[in-house]
């Protein structure tokens, strides 16, 4: 079972940056790829960014390509999410995703994929 934790969501004007941050709870933590999601109101859920194991692979979506960074500390079962130039089309609820498919790679990584999900955090942008 893992846990995952999203913080560091609120709200700013465009052009503003956020850090979202999420931790995990389980031991293994380097067995996963992990990744970001968001949902925007009245939309589907869709793929931000993801990161390999050992966080050397990085896969953003063409969207956030430039803008925004995904990372991880395996030391501390964290992984983030630096979000600059934000704009008010990225307003949205972003989640935390962690997946143990084996041979998954930030490049396959989808909205089914995951095993585990977050609650969510708020991100909203004001134009």
């Known amino acids: 079972q893992v846990q995952l934790v999203e913080s560091g969501g609120g709200l700013v004007q465009a052009g503003g940056s956020l850090r979202l941050s999420c931790a995990a709870s389980?031991?293994?933590?380097?067995?996963?790829?992990m990744g970001w999601f968001r949902q925007a109101p009245g939309k589907e859920r869709e793929f931000v960014a993801a990161?390999?194991?050992?966080?050397?692979?990085?896969n953003y979506a063409e969207s956030v390509k430039g803008r925004f960074t995904i990372s991880r500390d395996n030391a501390k079962n964290m992984v983030y999410l630096q979000m600059n130039s934000l704009e008010p089309e990225d307003t949205a609820v972003y989640y935390c995703?962690?997946?143990?498919?084996?041979?998954?790679?930030?490049?396959?990584?989808?909205?089914?994929?995951?095993?585990?999900w977050g609650q969510g955090t708020q991100v909203t942008v004001s134009s």
């Open positions: 389980v031991r293994t933590f380097n067995r996963y790829l």
């Open positions: 995703a962690a997946d143990g498919t084996l041979g998954r790679t930030p490049q396959t990584m989808g909205v089914s994929g995951p095993d585990y």
């Open positions: 990161i390999g194991l050992l966080g050397f692979t990085t």
